[in-house]
């Protein structure tokens, strides 16, 4: 006999209620045991600028800092070996429903836990040459299949479920330093970068396979899964349709220019996958390719704090269907349903751009944001579907209470989609992501919030909370309340 037939519905809510009673008093308490903590650590110096490393978050113990990491890292002069391991659990009570399609966030109480276990490997065969190769494990599952929101609730989440489950390649790339300049500036060593010291300008040369976030899109205060925010179109532009497969991951070539800590531009092509967010990429570049250029500056603005602003624009090639003409398919009685994958083969064109500023105002916090706009004509084929997007935020660490390695957030993002996608929705049309079968727009609103604790060596549980109001961007479903509970570990 199945348990939902022993314990009845109303013991199965009842049972919801607790847990969420639960995650949010571990929330509570840990943004209270950071607090509470300054009398055990010391305050010390703030941590240096770009200690983060990005999204990978492999961050390693410095002298005269306390460990982060699980192991103290060996000091090998060429080789690099590090992990990590990241969990997210999320909840959500049951909200208003009064419909839902096959691709709705289901309205009922749901629970379900994510897991990214990744290995980085790396070696340097000269002062200008190494190669890198990571190793990653993912499993688990998001909220309702992750399906139903654009701004989705978990990072981590590999969006089809189906894939194995076992261990591959998430990255393998040759990294080559080309040196514009005789001198050398002092470089901390992270997963992605193995060398001591760099060119004060130099030209930076990446191929092989790495996700287009790793190097683009970046923000010191919003960037990374495993110890900041949680939601997609937080951590990322939602807008940034940036080519990847259903892991997130490309084959492709970034040239970068570096100019000291003044300036960074960087152009990558890269390949994109043969249908929407498709595991499977497209190896013949005259179907298609994606294009991807950012200029990133570095000024100080406020006093003696750093501010960065970073200014993107992509071009997607690839067999993207077009959703004025799935409409009209519709509408003619060509198809049953708005079909966005119902044409020939073909190559179309998506484009957009994207703004990205962090600006500090002390030594442990500042201010972050990003816009976002893209064409939205097109289909969402490779991240998430979202075509235009703000989001204005808060970060830092808890270094004002001494605990510099406590990290903390607070951020609000409104997603939207373009009047055709809509309206293609809205006739009951499917996106890879969104469907309800009908729609009553509105744009999607998301609070999230979060508390990261250093508890001891690499061992960094966090607690956060997201608030979404419309919902696929409709006003008929919610608001959503989600709590999360995290356990990251560094090696």
């Not at 683009?216 to 495993?226: A, K, M, R």
């Not at 509408?331 to 083969?345: K, R, S």
């Not at 075509?387 to 808890?398: I, L, R, Y």
Request: aromatic share 14%; charged share 20%; net charge neutral.
């Amino acid at each position: 006999m199945a348990a939902n037939d022993v314990e009845g519905p109303v013991a199965g809510k009842g049972r919801w209620k607790r847990l969420a009673r639960r995650t949010l008093w571990v929330y509570f308490s840990c943004a209270l045991w950071g607090v509470a903590a300054q009398a055990q650590d010391s305050p010390s110096t703030p941590p240096a600028e770009g200690s983060e490393t990005g999204q990978t978050g492999a961050l390693a113990g410095d002298e005269g800092e306390s460990l982060t990491t699980m192991f103290r890292h060996p000091e090998w002069k060429r080789l690099w070996l590090s992990g990590q391991a990241n969990w997210i659990t999320q909840y959500h009570p049951s909200f208003p429903s009064p419909y839902q399609g096959k691709n709705s966030l289901t309205p009922e109480a749901d629970a379900a836990t994510s897991r990214v276990l990744t290995l980085f490997t790396g070696w340097q065969a000269t002062g200008t040459t190494e190669f890198l190769c990571d190793v990653q494990e993912t499993g688990g599952a998001g909220l309702g299949n992750a399906l139903g929101a654009a701004g989705f609730f978990d990072l981590d989440v590999v969006r089809n479920p189906q894939l194995s489950k076992a261990p591959y390649i998430a990255r393998l790339m040759w990294h080559q330093i080309i040196p514009l300049s005789r001198k050398k500036v002092v470089a901390e060593r992270n997963a992605f970068s193995l060398f001591r010291e760099l060119p004060e300008r130099r030209l930076e040369l990446r191929f092989g396979k790495f996700s287009m976030v790793d190097f683009f899109d970046l923000n010191h205060y919003g960037t990374d899964s495993s110890f900041q925010f949680m939601n997609w179109t937080v951590d990322n532009n939602g807008v940034y349709d940036y080519a990847a497969d259903t892991r997130g991951f490309t084959f492709g070539a970034l040239l970068e220019y570096r100019d000291g800590d003044k300036l960074a531009v960087r152009f990558a092509e890269a390949l994109m996958p043969k249908v929407a967010n498709g595991i499977n990429l497209e190896a013949d570049l005259s179907l298609a390719q994606s294009e991807n250029f950012e200029v990133e500056l570095h000024r100080r603005v406020v006093g003696k704090q750093a501010g960065t602003l970073r200014l993107l624009s992509y071009v997607n090639h690839a067999n993207m269907g077009v959703y004025r003409q799935a409409i009209n398919n519709y509408l003619d009685g060509v198809t049953p349903t708005p079909q966005i994958t119902a044409h020939p083969l073909q190559t179309t064109i998506k484009y957009g751009f994207g703004i990205n500023f962090e600006q500090a105002v002390s030594e442990y916090f500042g201010l972050f944001g990003r816009w976002g706009w893209n064409e939205g004509q097109h289909e969402s084929f490779a991240y998430t579907e979202v075509d235009q997007t703000w989001q204005f935020g808060v970060g830092g660490s808890g270094g004002n209470w001494g605990r510099k390695n406590d990290r903390l957030g607070l951020v609000f993002v409104s997603n939207g989609i373009s009047h055709e996608h809509a309206r293609y929705l809205g006739y009951g049309g499917f996106g890879f992501l969104l469907g309800d079968g009908k729609l009553s727009y509105g744009r999607e609103n998301i609070l999230e919030t979060y508390y990261t604790v250093h508890v001891w060596r690499g061992f960094f549980p966090s607690a956060g909370l997201q608030y979404m109001v419309n919902p696929g961007y409709n006003t008929a479903r919610g608001p959503v309340i989600v709590p999360s509970l995290r356990l990251h570990l560094e090696f």
